[in-house]
């Protein structure tokens, strides 16, 4: 019982482009292909510096290179949400399930283009009192029931979704946590406002592995991306910085690589879901350049192997292994997709 | 192997340099040299050749930095090893090629054609090298896409490959062949140019340079002497990559990639990075979005001069008792108890899973939001009321800077412990309701606190 309405497509080169009436931030792309048909549905997230916020689902065909709207897949979400995730393919369920943060964790169930219903609503404020708000979660890709969850209140808490309860609380740093990444079933890691990046094992939560800090104190790190191809590896991004970090955890502190060819500041990172040692970048240059990870850095640092331009500053870069030949990019009010 | 090394001690000194270059210079597709086989005398083959057209996918082992003359020869070099694996495969299946080798689906389709001739022999006078060879002057075919097969026996794999223009001419004990996916008309000049500036090399050079020096090294120093007769060159940096090999994913090979190679010109940092705020959107999800989570309160302290936050008691609040969130809405137009007006939408959710954040005492405070605040009512009005424990303080007076946190102290110097605060503020009057608990030794009586309070507010 498909609603869908409008199908628009802006097709230049060998670019797909989605205009949306507002500007956008959050991004997700489904792990799942849909079983009726062959597209795949991408949700985008608003960011309108006020209360009213939408959470739209498009499907993108990659056959005929469309992107579809579709009416019924539309939520109100208060404020923008700071991420969007759907359900990993190990959660084997029939419908996709997507999270998005903000105030609370919210889990939805997309009924196949027909509608989207709330399945849970997550605060862990029990008593009443104050819940801080989320700068962002991660959905584990091997234990499917379990999200962690980052807040400016300096705690991650992992949630069992299947429950709908809080599995555990920790106070993971000293500052503010801005990105949060699964690594194995049980162990995470994060980083924050005080700089450090850290892992955390849920087998022994008294302590955590600091293996990074920004060089210079106190310089907040804003994005985290564990390789989940080479769980080795990790990306992160400091505030105001063009580099994108790349540590490696058996190495603490020292940087693998640190990849300084963006003009501006790196605004989101993504590891290739095919390939251990490829990863994309996208900054206020308005530019997405895919790396490849050498065995060994030559003297002058590593180039990009190929990059891509866009109109303005690309706020939001995802590469699903659902969709390992695009890379979606959000800038302004357009998403857009990109070949590899 | 022995084969190729005798064939190797035959051909001309550093014949790969020279075809590179030659090839390069006009910016052909590629280039080869046809030798007279030592074992068949009247017989051509393959004996070397360069690669100069487009490429699809570059595999290289990256612990060694190539520039572009290096990996332009490495990509022949690639070609050739390929092509080799591939005949030794038909004899021995087993054959295992090295995670750095080109396989069949990294070429495009002139890299093919190129591969191909490899396997080509030619009699004397049979095919375009053949009769070049018979004839003793070069051969200039247009069109060698369409051309007959008598002729041209590779026509057909041209046509696949789009090679246009074919060039054959004698040289040496063989013949060189150059060919180009354009249409490119007769030029007699151009054979003579190659000729004589990159075949026939001075005989200096060659000597000095027999063996002790590599191709690579070999074209730098080329470079170096020849580069104000070389026309531009623009190699390499002009390749579209249009897959790369780890990343494929077999389907949907029809789509060209949205990505071109990374050029390194204009590698400089933009006025950017300094003076304008970088990261806007992801610094606003990050610090300020969850902020204006924090019950309607629209933004930080930095992010508007006109609003003032203090939503994070245990900080800024000299109060160190029960968690407690103190709002501070002004604006010097509207009265509007915005913040608690959202914080009713939160609650009002069409969903009746969505729970109610409560921050403590909002939901007792809201029926006091629909006071009217009296204009015409006396510029301080301090309202001290108390039942055993409980005590409310009810004050409109006119506001300034910092009388909240004054009233405050007020508050706690009594030992009042205040679990709930509602303020507002509306044509420069501040309207502020304390509810809290008397948690001193000592009794305290109102008028006490209310004089207290008065001297805060009468203050200026």
Sequence with gaps: MENSTQESHLRSENTITYESPYPLYAMAISSTPSRTNQYQRIALGSFIEEYNNRIDIVSFDPETLSVKTHQNLSL????????????????????????????????????????????????????????????????????????????????????????????????????????????????????????????????????STIIYESPRPDTPLLRLAWNKQDLRYMATTLMDSNKVVILDIRSPTVPVAELERHRSS?????????????????????????????????????DPMSMCSAASEINQLQWSAALPDWIAIAFSNKMQLLKV | MATNLQNQERLPENLKTKLALAVRSIQWSYAIFWSISERQPGVLKWGDGYYNGDIKTRKTIQSIELNEDELGLQRSEQLRELYKSLSIGEASP???????????????????????????????????????????????????HSADSKVFSRSLLAKSASIQTVVCFPFMRGVVEL?????????????????????????????????????????????????????????????????VPILKNGKNCHQESSFVSWKKAGLVLTHKLKSETQQKVLKKILLEVPRMHADGLLGSPEYNSNKVAVYDSEINCPLQSVRLIIYLYWTTQSNTFKSLKESNKIGNGKNSLTNKRKAPGIDEMEPDMNHNVSKDGPADNITVSMNKEDVLIEIKCIWREGILLEIMDVASHFHLDSHSVQSSTMDGILSLTIKSKHKGLNAVSTGTIKQALRRVAGKC
């Design chain 1, 76 to 207: 109100e979400h208060p404020f923008p949400p700071t991420k969007l995730m759907f359900s990993p393919s190990s959660l084997h369920k029939s419908n996709d399930l997507l999270a998005s943060s903000g105030d609370y964790l919210r889990l939805w169930e997309v009924r196949d283009s027909a509608s989207i219903e709330p399945v849970f609503v997550l605060n862990n404020s029990k008593t009443g009192e104050f819940c801080a708000p989320l700068t962002s979660f991660d959905w584990n890709d091997i234990e499917p029931k379990r999200i962690g969850t980052c807040s400016i209140d300096t705690t991650c808490t992992i949630w069992d979704i299947e429950k709908g309860v809080v599995e555990t609380q920790l106070i993971a740093h000293d500052k503010e946590v801005y990105d949060i990444a699964w690594g194995e079933a049980r162990v995470f890691a994060s980083v924050s406002a005080d700089g450090s990046v850290r892992i955390f094992d849920l087998r022994d939560k008294e302590h």
């Design chain 2, 179 to 243: 060919g180009v996916t354009e249409q490119v008309l007769e030029d007699p000049s151009l054979i003579h140019h190659i000729k004589t500036s990159f075949l026939e090399i001075p005989y200096a050079l060659a000597a000095k340079n027999s063996s002790a020096r590599s191709d690579k090294e070999l074209i730098r120093l080329w470079l170096k002497d020849y580069k104000e007769e070389l026309p531009k060159c623009k190699v390499g940096s002009s390749y579209p990559v249009r897959a």
């Design chain 2, 94 to 144: 087993q054959a295992r090629r090295p995670s750095a080798a080109l396989s069949p689906e990294d070429l495009t389709d002139t890299e093919w054609y190129y591969l191909v001739c490899m396997s080509f022999v030619f009699d004397i006078g049979q095919g375009l090298p053949g009769t070049t060879l018979a004839n003793g002057h070069p051969t200039w075919l247009c069109n060698a």
């Design chain 1, 266 to 302: 790196v605004n989101a990172i993504a590891w290739a879901p095919q390939s251990c040692r490829h990863i994309c970048s996208a900054g206020d240059d308005s530019q997405a350049l895919i790396w490849e990870l050498p065995t060994v850095a030559g003297p002058n640092g590593i």
